[in-house]
């Protein structure tokens, strides 16, 4: 019988967020996004060596960044079903706003969150799904209007 290279609960790719102060990171993400951590390691020194929270039906990772590896924040695009309500959560969890909620050319509303490891949060939700020929004229309109 053939093994599954990928376990249950996990997809090909999963977010691993590797930066300072992870522990506080999990807290964010279960305060800001109603994550709910599965487990964790910590390291002899009590430091969180990995966590894995569980984000809606996406799983992920976050590791304490050791000190002869340079931090990595991230840029992560989160489905959710109140756009509003999820970015007014994590700016009351300590994430700073890069973008106010907006409704976007490509049929999602959108805003972005700065997380407490540095990493952009897109927090979106689909209103709309447009053929691609009529995203495009979107964007060109809108790339259009910023120049």
């Known amino acids: 019988m053939k093994r599954n290279p990928v376990p249950a609960g996990y997809h090909s790719i999963t977010p691993y967020l590797k930066l ?8 964010f993400l279960k305060q800001a996004f109603a994550g709910i951590e599965k487990g964790q390691l910590v390291r002899p020194d009590g430091a969180l060596l990995h966590a894995e929270v569980l984000i809606g039906d996406s ?3 976050v590791h304490e960044s050791p000190s002869h590896w ?8 989160l489905y ?3 756009v509003d309500a999820s970015y007014q959560r994590a700016i009351e969890a300590g994430g700073v706003s890069v ?13 972005c969150v700065r997380d407490v490891s540095e990493n952009d949060w897109w927090i ?8 691609l020929a009529e995203l495009q004229e979107r964007a060109t309109a809108f790339l259009k ?3």
Do not use: F, I
């Open 20 to 27: 300072p102060n992870a522990g506080r990171l999990v807290e």
């Open 59 to 61: 799983l992920v990772m």
């Open 70 to 77: 340079k931090p990595k924040p991230a840029t992560l695009y």
């Open 80 to 82: 959710v079903g109140d």
């Open 99 to 111: 973008s106010e909620p907006a409704n976007m050319y490509y049929g999602d509303r959108v805003a």
């Open 124 to 131: 979106a939700t689909r209103l709309e799904n447009a053929p």
């Open 145 to 147: 209007s910023k120049a």
